[in-house]
């Protein structure tokens, strides 16, 4: 069975796209040059807003969550695990970890990329202001 989610974003002059350990995408529209995980703002969708069926899914033991960023005609995509520990409350954020750490934040664990793993290419037509970003989630159980 496979559960998809899409969200669509935006690019932001303040994207660096430099942290080793995780990516994100936020609803939140401000964005300063600290927040080096961040590769996509004005997120339609926070981890509270994912439906019920993708959120199920990707708590049983065993799913396999495939993130897949699409900007400027390129495209990353990153695979990790659900848990039974991920709840999903954040109402902005959705952050990709390559560790096992959870919060209401995290939307999968054990990534196999963070944001400085992305192609500088991507991260070019990322730091656009306005720039259109898709986002599509799936859930493979």
């Known amino acids: 069975m496979r559960v998809v989610e899409r969200i669509e974003a935006l690019g932001h002059r303040n994207i660096t796209a430099k942290n080793r350990t995780t990516f994100e995408v936020t609803k939140d529209c401000h964005l300063t040059k600290r927040g080096d995980c961040i590769v996509a703002v004005n997120a339609t969708k926070g981890a509270v807003d994912l439906s019920e069926e993708f959120k199920e899914s990707a708590i049983q033991e ?4 495939i993130v897949v960023v699409e ?12 848990s ?3 709840t999903f409350i954040h109402p902005t954020d959705l952050v990709v970890r390559k560790s096992s750490y959870t919060c209401g934040r995290t939307l999968m664990i054990n990534s ?21 970003v898709m986002v599509t989630l799936m859930v493979e159980v």
């Not at 900007?71 to 659900?82: C, I, R, S």
């Not at 992305?118 to 991260?123: P, Q």
């Open 62 to 65: 065993g799913a396999r969550i």
């Open 71 to 82: 900007v400027g005609g390129l495209k990353e995509v990153a695979k990790g695990w659900g």
């Open 112 to 132: 196999d990329k963070a944001a400085k793993d992305f192609s500088r290419e991507l991260v070019e037509h990322l730091k656009k202001p306005g720039q259109k």
């Open 84 to 86: 039974p520990l991920l």
